[in-house]
């Protein structure tokens, strides 16, 4: 009898293509739930990312409710909402009044933004290191970490503009736990008096905590018994000890044994040749990001194929290329298997990217029936009730830390 396969989610962005405007990213997005929703994905999470001028997701709790409108039965939630944006109680209210209409089925993934001095220490030490050479663990390619090269510059101004702090990374325990607190109707003023955050308190929503290293992120969701989706998209170098960092940190609380989400960039067509076509257009986009120019809209194959990178451009982007799964879904298929087996994944998170909304579609669709989900049957159950049912699935991986 072969091992059932762990749920398959969706991260999306609300990404869009040259010649495309923002409405038709944010568009696409409630169509993809919708349809996810008939494929059998467990849920759907809306990414934040602000200032970046080929994606509209920049307000997840905006664009939060209207999927839930969309769909009766996904998942849905964000990934991440970053702290230091919003307020714990803004985050709180807003996540409970999705969920006060749509019980059962709404999560708030977390994620923590370090200090602009704490990105400078980060590019120095990189700078001043000698790198660690790009390793094949049993199947999983584990790259090399790229050379430090974003805009500093840009990041100050949207600190700036979100009217960030220097010590919001510092606060980011006190202000997950605040948020915690309003749901389960524990908060409380500074003198100690009772406060309740209406409409969260009582509702059911899952709260997750997100990171991309073996940091404070990991050990926090770890030691609040919380689920932890860790990113192989966006750093895969580093997602194996991430994922190790969580699991040694773990503390039975909201779960009783740990979850991991493992988050990776996804491309599926009929052939190996079409998805690789299709895809062309990601290096391009990954390097925008990386050069602090945010994220383009998403090239046409034939302007990527038309404007190759130089190879000193595709040092930059190396790593998210070698760790992207690009191929048919039998291709792919495989890929995930490998992830869901060295990470000891419980939940595999994808994203794809297309300049075409219809061929993403096509690509979340052949993924679905290679990986086996069942149409219609999404799993609205949270992490505490999945980790039961993949109690199996989760006994039998094998984490390389």
């Keep these: 009898m072969s091992t059932p396969r762990v749920p398959l989610s969706i991260l999306e962005l609300s990404a869009f293509g040259s010649g495309q405007t923002p409405a038709d990213g944010l568009r696409a997005t409630i169509e993809l739930a919708a349809r996810a929703e008939q494929l059998g994905y467990r849920r759907l999470w809306l990414a934040e990312h602000h200032l970046n001028p080929g994606i509209s997701g920049s307000a997840p709790h905006v664009l939060l409710p209207l999927l839930a409108a969309a769909t009766s039965r996904l998942r849905v939630g964000t990934a991440a909402t970053i702290l230091g944006n919003s307020t714990p109680l803004q985050v709180a209210e807003q996540l409970g009044l999705v969920a006060a209409l749509n019980p059962g089925r709404v999560d708030l993934g977390i994620g923590r933004t370090p200090s602009l001095a704490a990105r400078a220490e980060r590019a120095e030490k990189r700078t001043a290191t000698e790198p660690v050479p790009t390793r094949v663990v049993d199947g999983l390619v584990i790259p090399t970490p790229p050379p430090f090269s974003f805009d500093l510059a840009r990041f100050r101004a949207q600190a700036e503009l979100l009217r960030r702090s220097d010590d919001d990374g510092d606060r980011f325990e006190a202000h997950v ?81 740990p979850y991991v989400a493992v988050s990776v960039d996804v491309v599926v067509a009929e052939t190996d040749a079409e998805a690789r076509r299709l895809g062309a257009g990601y290096a391009a986009w990954v390097h925008s990001i990386r050069t602090g120019r945010g994220a383009i809209p998403f090239p046409t194959p034939e302007e990527a194929l038309a404007n190759p990178l130089t190879p000193e451009e595709e040092v930059l982007v190396r790593d998210r290329l070698d760790t992207r799964f690009v191929g048919s879904p039998e291709t792919v298929r495989d890929s995930l298997e490998t992830l869901q087996r060295v990470t000891g994944a419980d939940e595999l998170l994808v994203t794809t990217i297309t300049h075409d909304p219809a061929d993403r579609l096509r690509s979340f669709a052949l993924l679905a029936e290679a990986w086996g989900l069942e149409a219609g049957a999404v799993g609205d159950r949270d992490a505490k009730d999945a980790a039961e049912t993949n109690d199996t699935v989760g006994a039998s991986a094998t984490v390389h830390a």
């Design 177 to 257: 736990r605040d948020i915690i607190a309003a749901f389960e109707g524990t908060l409380e003023l500074p003198d100690g008096s009772p406060i309740h955050a209406t409409p969260a308190e009582g509702q059911d929503v899952q709260v997750w905590i997100h990171g991309s290293t073996a940091g404070p992120s990991a050990a926090l969701a770890g030691a609040l018994g919380l689920p932890f989706g860790a990113n192989y998209h966006v750093a895969p170098s580093a997602v194996l000890d991430a994922v190790a960092r969580y699991r040694e940190s773990f503390v039975p609380g909201d779960l009783e044994r």
